[in-house]
């Protein structure tokens, strides 16, 4: 830990302490249509046991700079997000005794807590390590805790494993929705991007249009895209029966993937000539020296070094589509965006949550999965 992160440090603290003793720590209601009433941290039973974690990281950031005191601060925040989850969940089984209907869900102090924790945790990371590998594996291991408890059905009282529990099927489709339309995006847009974006590298007369033309794609909203696809795409399923049969009409998944592929298209293409220009031009000549075809000069001595570029363009795509697939489902295409709009049009928070936080998840997931790949590619190289 250093000293220049002590005001961040302390600032995310700061925010903690008001997350935790200010805000509602959970809100329980007799039935998941009414409101529910604010529970702060001194309404919940045992809850004066987070004063003990949040009293050590203060301790910790106010004493004596040393890597020793980053350790025990991160185990520190472990040991605040295990508590976070046990005590919701024991809140909620107790509160749960008086009647099948009553609903116990996180409050605002809780989410805030959370954020603010895994970004002291971000902060304190950072401290310990300067590898990628190192800090994403240490960011990830926070959560082991926390899903432990899942796991082992400590919080399936809570209102929003309830609404899990409810729509078991409902969610699995949702999760297999969400990753074809992933996959059908990904797929397509490598096949056009790469091919484009090296080509485009070798032109340099082209970059100009080619990017003016991917950059109008990208600046029109997803709703109005996915709007404009309605009618050429209903047209086309009218005229030729077969398309329609395959599954190709103005709405569902056909608008969906074109729309999805488009938007992805700037980024990777981007990323493959931005690539390949950074290859310092001795490594090319060295390669012409030794005899090597254009072919081998790509594929031996360029890719190589051009790769981790690459793979920072296709982690923003990943990223990308996995958030733009939530509003795909406004014209059917299905996804966690189904079930978080079904949750705004009945005013169900605990509906709304079930379809952000998997989203969420799988962004967090596929970023950190692509990160270490990129980290591993660049260790290697060097």
Not at 98 to 108: D, E, I, N, Y
Not at 280 to 290: C, H, L, Y
């Amino acid at each position: 830990m250093t000293l220049r992160q002590r005001p961040v440090l302390i600032t995310l603290l700061v925010l903690l302490s008001l997350s935790l003793l200010a805000l509602p720590l959970l809100s329980v209601a007799p039935n998941r249509l009414v409101s529910g009433q604010p529970l702060r941290l001194w309404q919940v039973a045992q809850g004066w046991l987070l004063l003990l974690p949040l009293v050590a990281l203060w301790l910790g950031v106010l004493g004596r700079v040393s890597r020793v005191r980053a350790v025990a601060m991160l185990l520190t925040v472990d040991l605040l997000l295990a508590l976070l989850f046990w005590l919701s969940g024991e809140a909620a089984s107790t509160l749960a005794q008086g009647g099948p209907l009553v609903r116990t869900a996180f409050g605002s102090g809780f989410w805030c807590a959370i954020a603010c924790a895994l970004l002291l945790a971000a902060e304190t990371i950072r401290s310990l390590t300067a590898r990628s590998a190192g800090r994403i594996g240490l960011n990830l291991h926070l959560w082991l805790l926390p899903l432990a408890l899942l796991v082992s059905g400590h919080l399936d009282t809570l209102s929003l494993l309830k609404e899990y529990a409810n729509r078991r099927a409902v969610f699995n489709a949702a999760l297999g929705q969400h990753l074809w339309l992933l996959g059908g995006t990904l797929l397509p847009a490598l096949l056009i991007g790469v091919p484009l974006g090296v080509a485009v590298a070798r032109s340099p007369r082209a970059q100009g249009g080619t990017f003016s033309v991917l950059n109008v794609i990208q600046t029109v909203p997803s709703v109005a895209l996915f709007g404009l696809l309605i009618a050429p795409l209903a047209a086309l399923a009218s005229a030729f029966p077969l398309l329609a049969r395959e599954g190709i009409s103005g709405i569902g998944t056909a608008p969906a993937l074109i729309a999805l592929v488009l938007y992805a298209l700037l980024p990777l293409v981007r990323s493959v000539v931005a690539g390949l220009q950074q290859v310092p031009p001795e490594v090319r000549e060295t390669a012409r020296g030794m005899g090597m075809s254009p072919w081998q000069q790509f594929w031996q001595a360029e890719l190589p070094l051009a790769l981790p570029v690459w793979l920072s363009g296709l982690r923003v795509v990943v990223v990308q589509t996995i958030g733009l697939a939530v509003v795909a489902a406004l014209i059917g295409a299905g996804g966690f965006g189904a079930i978080l709009f079904q949750g705004l049009l009945s005013s169900a928070l605990d509906l709304v949550l079930l379809g952000v936080i998997p989203v969420v998840a799988l962004a967090v997931l596929a970023d950190a999965m692509l990160r270490l790949l990129s980290a591993m590619l660049e260790k290697h190289h060097d």
